[in-house]
C-alpha cells in the first residue's frame, strides 16, 4: 500500500492512501478533519488545501484553491487542475513537504536522510530588494545560505530551500557534510524563482521576511532578513540597466492610439503621404521624419506636463510610468516622456536608443541629476549589446548621421518643454555632446539599444493593462522575425518572417508539430524557408510589413481569451497556419519532397493536439513559477 511520508520542523509521520480520493488539509478547530491532517500549527496551509487522487495504479494531486498554493518540484500547480505525482518527488504545502512513497518506509528512504533533531543555525545574504521589472526577463536572485553545525556529529545530505512569502521559492539546495562544529556554504548560491502575477499587482514597498527551511533537519530560531519587495513600476538604474527596455511596450494601447493620431498629423506634415508606409517611397530619410511625424502628434494632440521630480526607492530605483499611464495621467518625467517616444518608434520598427546622462549635482539635496535623451537609428543598428558606455563610439554614430538624437521632453509643456521638432533635436544633440565629450561637467552613463535588448531577452513587461498583451515568447518571435528579415536584405516583413521568428524559440509548438512527421524535419523546414527570402541591394528602414503579416497579427489578436488579454504562442502559431501565405507554398513543396501531408488542416490537427496534450500557462490565467 502507498504512504505519504510528511516531513515538518524537524518531525516526520506517515499517512496510508487507503481511497480512490484523500483531502489534504490542516483540522479544523470542530467538525471532520481531512484525511489526511497535516499539522495544527502549520498556519500556511489550508483547511481544505488540496486532494490526491489515484486510478490505475497512478497518483494526482489538485490544488484546491488554496491561498498559499501547492508546490511540486518547485512549481506552483495553483490553477492547473490535476497534476500527475510521480513517486518520490517532494510537494510542498505550507510548510510541510510531503513525499509519495510507493514502498515501505524503510525502503523508500534511507535512515541517514531522514530529520534529524541535531541544532543548526544558518546564515542568509541575499540583495536587499527586487521588483517585477528585474525578474520579469530573467534576471536572477541570488541566495547564499551557510549551516553551522553546533553538534558534536557531522551531519550529511543537508536539504535547504528559501520561501519570500507569496513572491518566490527556491528548489531544494543540498549541502553534502558539515563536520561537527564547523560550517559550511552551499555550493551554488540558491536562485529564487518568483510568482510574477503577484509582483507585478505590487503597487506599494512591502516588506517580506526571507525564510530558510529543511526537510531534513531541524533549524534554529528565524531569519531575520527581510527583503523590500518593490511596486511593479520600480526599475534599477545600476547594473540592470537593460530592464529599462521592459517598459518600451510597443504594442500597448495607448502606443497604438498615438499612432492612430499620428497618420493624420502625417497626411499634414509630408505631401503626398497617406500611411507610415508611403514615407519610405516617398523619402530617402524615412526615420527623420517618422520621428517628426510622432513627436508633432504627442506635442499637439496630447498635453502632456514634464514632471520634474521621479519617485524613487531607495538610492539606485526609480519609478518608471509605462506609455498607458503618461497618457492617461497626462504627466511624466524625462524618462517616462522618451519611453512613450520610443515605445511609438517601435511600433513602426524603427530601432530607438535610450540615453541616460550626468548633469552635475543638485546644490539644494546633493543628489546626482539624470536626463534621458532619445536616439533613433536611420540605418540598422551598430550596437551588439544592449548597454553601451563608451561615449566616443556613441558620439561617432551621431557625427556619421547613423544616430538620430531628440530631447524628448519637448513635446511636453512646462519648464523644459513645449519645443519644435528642430528646436528639441538642437537640444538633443547638444546635451549628447556635452556628455559623450564630458563638457560642462555632464558625462554619458550608458545607451541602451531596444532592438539589442530585446534579442538579449529583455522584452515588454506585462503589466496586465486590461488590453490585449504579447506574451514573452510572442515579443521574441516578433524580434526573431525582424531580425530575420534584416540579415536577408528583405524589403518586407512576411509571413516566411513571421514563420522564422516563431522556428527560432526555444522548443517551439511549429519545431514540435514538424518533428512529429520526421526527426529533423523542422531544421530542413527552417533552411527552406530562409532560402526562400531574397534581399535587396538597399532595403528600406523602416520595415513596411506586407498583407500576410498584418492579417495574421489581427487574426491572432481575435484569438485572445476574454479575461485574460493574452496574446500566446499558441495564438499566433495557429494564426500563421490558418491564413494563407507562401508558407503553406513552402510547406506543400518539402512535403511533395519528402512524401509527407504538410497541409494546412493536417499541421492545424498536429497543433490541436500538442496544445491539448501539454499545458500552457499563463501569468495572468494563474499564478505559476517560471
Known sequence: MAKIHCQYEGKQSFFPITKDRMLIGRPPGKGQSPDLALPENDYHAGRAHAFITQEHGCY?????????????????????????WPPNTPVKIGKSLLTLMADSPSQAQDASSLPREVPLRVAVSCPP??????????????????????????????????????????????IARVEAGKDSTLASPLLLQFDLQQLCEVTDIQQEQLEVESPTHKLQGEIPLTVQILPADAWHREGNEATLAGFVACHDQAVEAVIGRARTVLRCLVRGAQSFEDIRRIHQNAALLILKTLYCTLQERYDIAYGL???????????????????????????????????????RH?????????????????????????????????????????????????????LLVLDAVGYARGRGGDHLFGEAQLKGRKSLENACHEKQGHALLFAIDIQAARLAGYHPLQHGNGAVEYDQRVSQALTFAKDEAERARSDTLTARHLFLGLLRLDASLLQQ??????????????????RSLHGVPTPPLPLPEDGHWQSILELAKTKVVPGIHLLTEHHLTEALLEVPSQVHNILMLIGQQRHLDLAQDTCLAYLQRLVRDNDLPSIWRHSHFL
Request: proline content about 4%.
Open 60 to 84: 494526482w494531486i489538485e490544488d484546491n484553491q488554496s491561498k498559499s498554493g501547492t508546490w511540486i518540484n518547485g512549481n506552483n500547480i495553483q490553477g492547473k487542475g490535476r497534476v500527475e
Open 129 to 174: 530588494e527586487v521588483a517585477y521589472s528585474w525578474v520579469y526577463n530573467g534576471d536572477l536572485f541570488p541566495i547564499e545560505v551557510t549551516v553551522y553545525n553546533d553538534g558534536t556529529q557531522d551531519l550529511r545530505d543537508i536539504q535547504l530551500e528559501v520561501t519570500l512569502g507569496r513572491f518566490g521559492q527556491s528548489k531544494l539546495g543540498i
Open 309 to 347: 521630480e521621479p519617485r524613487c526607492y531607495g538610492l539606485h530605483w526609480q519609478r518608471v510610468r509605462f506609455p498607458q499611464e503618461v497618457i492617461d495621467t497626462l504627466e511624466g518625467t524625462c524618462v517616462d516622456l522618451t519611453i512613450l517616444l520610443a515605445a511609438c518608434l517601435e511600433n
Open 350 to 402: 524603427l530601432n530607438p536608443v535610450l540615453f541616460l546622462i550626468f548633469m552635475g549635482i543638485d546644490p539644494g539635496s546633493g543628489q546626482m541629476i539624470h536626463h534621458a535623451l532619445i536616439g533613433c537609428w536611420t540605418r540598422p543598428s551598430r550596437m551588439k549589446s544592449p548597454v553601451e558606455r563608451n561615449a566616443f563610439e556613441v558620439w561617432s554614430w551621431v557625427e556619421a548621421g547613423e
Open 513 to 530: 508539430i514538424f518533428e512529429c512527421f520526421e526527426e529533423g524535419l523542422s531544421q530542413h523546414v527552417t533552411s527552406a524557408a530562409q
